[in-house]
């Protein structure tokens, strides 16, 4: 007889965790940061050439970053990065 590589039982999916989230949105120079988890402990802001710009500590889930400069960048809290134009 020939065994089958199938077996018959409980099939579950995998758990996958999930980043959090968070906003961004411009007012002036400034980039407002909003609905931050209290997971991501710091934020950190890079121009598009990846040269860290900004860093600083996650107190609130929002908060604002002052910028001086138009520009694109890249903020990152704790695993995610988003894309904001400031002009």
Do not use: W
């Amino acid at each position: 007889k020939s065994s089958s590589s199938s077996k018959k039982g409980k099939s579950a999916l995998p758990t996958v965790a999930v980043a959090p989230q968070f906003m961004l949105s411009v007012v002036g120079r400034d980039i407002q940061v909003s609905g931050v988890s209290e997971l991501a402990p710091s934020y950190t802001v890079f121009d598009m050439q990846g040269h860290v710009l900004r860093k600083g500590d996650v107190h609130s889930s929002s908060f604002t970053i002052p910028m001086g400069n138009a520009g694109n960048y890249l903020v990152r809290i704790g695993s995610r990065v988003r894309c904001v134009s400031v002009k």
